[in-house]
């Protein structure tokens, strides 16, 4: 296909179908997954269980395969997440084992020049028939982030340069002559790149939470994720919109994550959730919530309440009880305005399966999908 015509039928993402409620898996590249815990499980990040997992969320519809993007682990007895695969090379390969869903690579924009990326996305496009996309991460990780030289950024500086890095790969994306640029961060010269994505630019999606965070997402992205700690905070999160339309003219829609806990009975699926807690990695816990600056704060009821929600999930809510009850608290963040989930598991092969036998059923009953 050349060029021209791949400008003029650019592919439509699967984030960008009609379901009301748009799903994903999340977190199946890293060892011990979004659960800083021993809690029993038949999970292990191999390559093996990594494509049952992807393969089966395609199969049941999902629209989105999210990677985590890490270099190295948060130390404690597991050494929470030391390994894992790395995320475009997993994309690409997860991209010719699939057939529907959309393939994420989640991008530390510093760890990888803009003309490679560009180069990598399209590659990863074509291999998925424009089903590729990019979750944008500045890096938070400050020992990680110094396994690339130098010191990390400053915070907002560091959104600042992925503005700039998303600039240059874009304009690969978009431009058939060659440019030079001159910025902040980089001084290159007869850039170009070829082949084109198929898609008009790949999916792009940011979970910053920060002003500055948001504001790129607002600005860049077509999903800005919410972090939600407590449902009564998606609300707020809802501000990425009002600052996309007003700012930058432009609609940007709104997901999130969430750990499932879906048992036949609500008693089972709590006490799995106790026995993470009874299992948890309390010293790798700590050790990710004092990168955070959450060690600063006092020690005190809360605190130990998000240390949990650190073990149970990467300080995310957690959703827990009957497949019914699953579903009444999807519901309840669809009429939030969140408009997907990505999804992740203690056991992810088993309770996939059980997602898609008891689960997906009363979401269609529920009209959150058809
Ligand atoms: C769904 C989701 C996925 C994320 N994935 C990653 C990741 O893979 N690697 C990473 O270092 N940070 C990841 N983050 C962290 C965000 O990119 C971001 O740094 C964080 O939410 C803090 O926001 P801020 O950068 O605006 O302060 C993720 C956050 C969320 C909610």
């Known amino acids: 296909m050349s060029n021209s015509q791949a400008h003029a039928a650019p592919r439509i993402h699967p984030l960008m179908n009609d379901q009301k409620l748009k799903l994903g898996v999340f977190g199946m590249n890293c060892s ?9 499980t038949t999970f292990e990040m191999t390559w093996q269980q990594a494509l049952q997992i ?9 629209e989105i395969a999210l990677p985590l993007g890490r270099w190295r682990g948060f130390g404690g007895k597991t050494n929470f997440n030391g390994t894992s695969f790395e995320t475009y090379t997993f994309a690409a390969a997860m991209a010719q084992a699939t057939k529907n869903i959309g393939v994420f690579a989640t991008s530390h924009v510093s760890t990888v020049h803009p003309v490679v990326a560009a180069k990598q996305a399209a590659t990863i496009d074509h291999i998925s028939g424009g089903r590729f996309g990019i979750n944008l991460v500045m890096g938070w990780f400050r020992p990680e982030m110094e396994m690339f030289g130098g010191s990390m950024r400053e915070h907002d500086l560091r959104y600042a340069y992925g503005d700039e890095w998303l600039d240059i790969v874009q304009r690969i994306w978009s431009t058939d002559e060659p440019f030079d640029h001159e910025g902040q961060f980089f001084q290159l010269k007869g850039v170009q790149g070829d082949p084109k994505p198929l898609q008009q630019r790949p999916c792009l999606i940011n979970a910053g939470t920060s002003g500055a965070g948001m504001d790129f997402a607002a600005k860049n992205v077509d999903f800005a994720f919410a972090s939600v700690d407590k449902v009564e905070n998606i609300k707020k999160f809802m501000a990425v919109k009002d600052i996309a339309r007003s700012k930058y003219h432009r609609n940007v829609g ?16 709590h006490a799995v959730y106790q026995s993470i807690l009874e299992h948890g990695d309390w010293v790798a816990a700590k050790n990710m919530m004092a990168v955070l600056g959450i060690e600063s704060q006092s020690f005190n009821e809360r605190l130990a309440k998000s240390q949990e929600k650190f073990v149970a999930g990467y300080g995310t809510n957690a959703l827990i009880g009957t497949p019914r009850q699953i579903v009444e608290q999807l519901q309840v963040y669809s009429e939030q305005g969140l408009q997907g989930v990505v999804l992740y598991f203690l056991d992810y092969v088993k309770e996939l399966d059980y997602f898609d036998q008891k689960i997906m059923p009363l979401l269609r009953e529920a009209g959150l999908r058809h």
């Open 32 to 40: 011990n997954g979004l659960i800083i815990s021993e809690a029993p």
């Open 54 to 62: 992807v393969t089966k969320a395609d199969q049941m519809g999902f």
């Open 254 to 269: 709104v997901c999130a994550s969430a750990l499932v806990i879906a048992r036949d009975s609500e008693d089972e699926a």
